[in-house]
C-alpha cells in the first residue's frame, strides 16, 4: 500500500484536502492526536511538520474563509508603509459572521459592502499556501477612503510610496475610486503630491 503524506510546505489545510490525498477520518484525527496536526477549527488543520515561510496571513484561511487581507496589512504586504500592523487586518461581507478567531495571529475584521469586498480581490500563491488580498490599488482607495480611522500621515506614505511605484496603475486607481466613492477626494491628493 503506498504511504501518503502530508504536503510539508502547505501550512493550513482543510479537512476536505486531507480526504482527497487519501486520509480517513481515523488517521486525520490519530495524525492530530500524535501532534502531526493542531485542529484549528471544525475544517482546518495546522499541519506542525511544515517546512517554509511562516506568514500569519496563511491562518486568514483556517478562521475567516472568505476574508480578504485588507487595509494596513496589504499595504505592508506591498512595502507601501513601515507601520507593522499588530494584527491582520481582514474584510469579509457585512452580512458575514465569523464564528471562532484565534488567540494568535490577532486579526482585525473590517466589514465591508459587498460591492467593496468584491471589488479587487486576488489570489496569491507561496508554495503550497494562499490567501486573499485586495490588490494594491483598491488596498490604496481603502486606506483614502478610511483614513480618519486609519490615520492621515500613515495614509499619505501609502499614496505617496504607490506614486513612486513603476508597476502603479493610475487608470485602475481613478477607475477603482469611482464606485468606492472616493474619487474627489483622491484628486484632490493627486494635486498636491504630483
Known amino acids: 500500500m503506498k504511504e501518503i503524506m502530508i504536503p510539508e510546505k502547505q501550512k493550513i489545510i482543510t479537512a476536505q484536502e486531507l480526504r482527497q490525498k487519501g ?86 475584521i473590517h466589514y465591508y459592502t459587498d460591492q467593496r469586498h468584491e471589488l479587487g480581490i486576488q489570489t496569491i500563491w507561496e508554495d503550497m499556501n494562499d490567501f486573499q488580498i485586495y490588490d494594491i490599488e483598491k488596498t490604496v482607495i481603502d486606506i483614502i477612503f478610511y483614513r480618519e480611522k486609519i490615520g492621515i500621515e500613515e495614509m499619505k506614505e501609502v499614496l505617496t510610496n504607490y506614486l513612486q511605484r513603476s508597476d502603479r496603475d493610475l487608470n485602475k486607481l481613478i477607475r477603482y475610486s469611482r464606485p468606492m466613492k472616493c474619487e474627489k477626494i483622491l484628486r484632490r491628493y493627486f494635486e498636491v503630491l504630483i
Do not use: H, W
Open 23 to 108: 486520509f480517513t477520518q481515523y488517521l486525520i484525527r490519530k495524525m492530530a492526536d500524535s501532534g502531526t496536526l493542531t485542529k484549528l477549527t471544525k475544517n482546518c488543520y495546522e499541519n506542525n511538520e511544515y517546512q517554509g515561510e511562516e506568514s500569519d496571513f496563511y491562518y486568514v484561511k483556517a478562521f475567516v474563509p472568505n476574508g480578504v487581507i485588507c487595509l494596513l496589512s496589504a499595504a505592508s504586504y506591498y512595502d507601501l508603509t513601515n507601520y507593522m500592523p499588530e494584527a491582520v487586518d481582514v474584510a469579509i461581507p457585512r452580512k458575514a459572521k465569523v464564528s471562532t478567531m484565534p488567540e494568535k495571529p490577532l486579526m482585525n
